[in-house]
């Protein structure tokens, strides 16, 4: 972490096993606002994160908040790329059943090629009863 006043700047170099890029890039976006983002790649396995306010003086009362500010972002989006990375299967199969979900009920030749033969299934508490049913008078017995 290094500020400098000259360039009115604050500099971060990160170690790429620890802060993926993605991570890096979702921690920059949120700067976009209000500081220009200049994210570079100094050597093999290290990126570079240099801020520099858009607006107002760039002094080290400035600067220092905006690195903290970065170092939580950059923790917080770390974070949560690996908590997407582990739960990736869940998310992929939660979306495609909510598209799915959207795409509305089957058509009639989705219908006509289903297959209704199949035997009914088991209701032993009668559930899937019809009202009319379950309730009807029963008949006197002679």
């Not at 971060?12 to 976006?29: C, M, N, R």
Request: overall charge negative; aromatic content about 8%; hydrophobic content about 40%.
């Amino acid at each position: 972490m290094a500020i400098d006043l000259a360039s009115g700047s604050a500099r971060v170099e990160l170690d790429e096993s620890l802060y993926p890029l993605e991570a890096v890039y979702g921690a920059a976006y949120i700067f976009i606002d209000r500081c220009y983002v200049l994210l570079d790649r100094p050597s093999a396995g290290r990126l570079r994160v240099t801020l520099s306010p858009k607006t107002g003086a760039a002094t080290e009362a400035v600067l220092r908040p905006l690195i903290g500010e970065l170092a939580n972002e950059l923790l917080s989006c770390a974070w949560r790329y690996e908590i997407t990375k582990a739960n990736k299967t869940v998310i992929e199969q939660i979306t495609t059943r909510a598209i799915a979900g959207a795409m509305g009920p089957p058509s009639l030749d989705e219908l006509e090629k289903f297959d209704f033969s199949s035997d009914a299934f088991e209701d032993p508490l009668g559930i899937a009863m019809s009202w009319e049913d379950k309730y009807k008078k029963k008949k006197d017995a002679p």
